[in-house]
């Protein structure tokens, strides 16, 4: 998966193996955008 790109759940949904690793995902992509600030 792209880092540092935007998830959009459309894209991901056939590569997720599960919800949780999606939102965890999500969740990594938002503390990475928080922490470029």
Do not use: F, R, Y
């Not at 599960?18 to 470029?36: M, Q």
């Amino acid at each position: 998966m792209t880092t540092g790109a935007t998830i959009d759940p459309h894209e991901v949904d056939d590569n997720a193996p599960t919800p949780s690793d999606l939102i965890a995902e999500i969740c990594a992509a938002k503390a990475a955008e928080n922490a470029a600030g």
